[in-house]
């Protein structure tokens, strides 16, 4: 099939080898990649702030451009939960709504798509290394994907997968705009997200949320602690 790829802001900038591993793993898989680059950022910064009216400005040319595709796959699960569950409220009552709907139920997560969608759940990849698992709250709360992703990485060949104790308890504290609003609290959160990734003896922290990565990244670097963090597609695609 034609997947049209959305890759959000905070990807693009930050993790691009996510993306990119995310199109070499569907293009091995056997499928065309629709890669919309005038596509940047779904609207959820304002919208969690509040300012729907600017949410919608810079949601329209994100639905309009996926209004026609197959099927579209994003790489987070913050905003896959906007465009699959967020774009319905959004756009409640505009004359888009029906086209939010439409959208909505074409879009999926990456882990989802391959192992829900596709029923593929071993991609060939070889990781070895001990690897702990972070569940972003939108993907886990919104979204309802927690196995997909533990059953790929549980087919990654030489990789052993250990739960963190705050496995899906807590939240890593990025939330978007909330790390930057509440500062103190979402440190706080993420160190107590951090000391978990750390008892449970893993050498990497995996998720599917580019956002929350980056988050516990930049934590762990100012602790001085060595943990690598990494995309899910970066490691599915090694061999």
Known sequence: MTVTLFVPCLMDAVYPAAAMGMVTLLERLGHRIDFPEELACC???PFNAGHWAEAREMARPVLKRLAGAEVVVIGSGSCGAMLKVFYRELFAGEPEEAMAAEVAGKVWEFSSFLVDRLGVTDVGARFARRVTFHDGCHGLRELRIKSAPRVLLGNVRDLELVEMSEAVETCCGFGGTFATKHA???TAMGEVKCAAAVASGAEVVVSNDAS?????????VRQGVPLQTLHLAEVLVQS
């Open 43 to 45: 609207g959820q910064p």
């Open 212 to 220: 929350c990565l980056m988050h516990l990244r930049g934590l762990l």
């Open 184 to 186: 103190a609290v979402s």
